[in-house]
């Protein structure tokens, strides 16, 4: 029989531990997003349908009158460097594509 259990010791313990792409400031709208189990949670909690938080992430992109929700959902789940000033970021190299 194969044991295989895998060593407790060797998971994270602390968000401190977990890779800069998990624990740090997300770098794109998709990776923002992706914080969340799923799209759908994503959309309940910032407020918008699920087609809208869809399109945001395939867009990397999300209109202005979402970002106040999304600020203060951030803030709720500690995600670090999500602000307006970020989410004109993301939207100003959208245009730019």
């Known amino acids: 029989m194969i044991d295989h259990h895998a060593s407790i010791s060797a998971l994270p313990t602390s968000a401190s531990a977990l890779p800069a ?10 990776g923002l997003i992706d914080r969340w189990h799923s799209i759908g949670a994503f959309a309940a909690d910032v407020g918008c349908g699920y087609e809208a938080a869809r399109q945001m992430r395939r867009r990397e992109r999300i209109a202005p009158q979402h970002w106040a929700h999304v600020v203060a959902a951030c803030r709720r789940r500690g995600i670090a460097g999500v602000s307006y000033e970020w989410l004109a970021g993301r939207a100003a190299q959208g245009e730019a594509a």
């Open 21 to 30: 792409s998990i624990s740090g400031q997300p770098t794109s709208i998709s």
